[in-house]
Structures are given as structure tokens and as C-alpha cells.
């Protein structure tokens, strides 16, 4: 059944990658994200990448989460534990609802990839001003997994039988 024939609509987005070591050349994180979007039939708005600081990545979260046009934020990196991954300290203050099963939701299914080494994912999701947020951990394999086996249902307003469509 094509997009057309289900009434899907297209859901508007934005693409961070945190990373204190990337550029658009060697970021195949949010490239992948952004080209899986555009596969799937979303819009994608704007993308960005930022060095791993906490006040530079929610001053952009924040100027996306204030445009009436962006519904969704994706971001990939800075879950991790080390001194500098501080995505989550980032935008957990911004959210209005957090969404806890998707940090669950995408440990479990990573378990079956990774093994234990999942526990180490901070992986959280939340609304914010009617955006949805969802931030994955840096690797592409991550992002794949996230995409693939959560958000791309989840984004999908045919989905049944609920998505993540209707609240943003």
C-alpha cells in the first residue's frame, strides 16, 4: 500500500548529531537518520551538528523545539557516560513529558544487537512544546536500530494501534 493509499502524512523534522569529532564528511550518524526520514517520506527541516556542551546543544533543541514547524527532533551522540556525553543533562530540562519507554523500548531490542553493553545507553525521549524528542546514542548501528525498529512505526500515523503522530 503506498504512503498515498494510507493517508500517511509526513512528519517534519530536524537531525542533531552531538560530537566533538564530526563534521559532515565523517557524520554517517545523522546522515543515515536523515536519509532513512526522507526514505520513509518525512520532511527533514534542518540538521545539525554540535560540539558535546550542554548549553550549546539545548540552545539548538530549544530553537527547534520553538519552531512551529519542526515536530520532531532526532539526535544522535552524547548518551554515552563519559565526562562530555551530555545529551540527556541537555534536554531532559526542556521536556514537558518524558517518554521513558522509548529509552526502555530501545535498550531491549539493542540487547538482542549488543548484548549487555546496551545498559550503557542513555537513550531517552520526550515532548517539548508539542515536539517529540528522541536522542540515541552516536554510533550508526545505534541510529539504524532506533529508526528501524522503533521511530519508523512510530512516525508512521497508519500505525496501529497508536503512534506518535497525533500529539505533535
Avoid at 59 to 66: E, F, K, P, R, T
Avoid at 121 to 138: H, L, Y
Wanted: hydrophobic share 40%.
Amino acid at each position: 500500500m503506498s504512503h498515498a493509499e494510507s493517508g500517511f502524512k509526513a512528519a517534519k523534522l530536524a537531525v542533531l548529531t552531538v560530537s566533538d569529532t564530526r563534521n559532515e564528511e565523517t557524520d554517517t550518524s545523522g546522515r543515515f537518520l536523515a536519509e532513512a526520514l526522507v526514505a520513509d517520506g518525512h520532511v527533514l527541516l534542518d540538521k545539525k551538528i554540535v560540539i558535546d556542551d550542554k548549553y550549546k546543544i539545548r540552545a539548538i533543541v530549544s530553537q527547534w523545539i520553538a519552531d512551529e514547524d519542526i515536530q520532531g527532533v532526532l539526535i544522535t551522540g552524547g548518551t554515552g557516560f563519559t565526562a562530555r556525553d551530555m545529551t540527556p543533562e541537555a534536554v531532559l530540562p526542556l521536556f514537558d513529558k518524558a517518554i521513558e519507554g522509548f529509552g526502555e523500548l530501545f535498550r531491549a531490542v539493542s540487547y538482542d544487537e549488543i548484548g549487555t553493553s546496551t545498559i550503557q545507553s542513555r537513550a531517552v525521549g520526550g515532548f517539548a512544546n508539542k515536539t517529540v524528542i528522541f536522542c540515541m546514542p552516536g554510533s550508526t548501528g545505534a541510529c539504524k536500530t532506533g529508526w528501524n525498529k522503533i521511530l519508523r512505526e512510530q512516525l508512521n500515523n497508519s500505525h496501529r494501534p497508536c503512534n506518535f503522530m497525533p500529539h505533535i
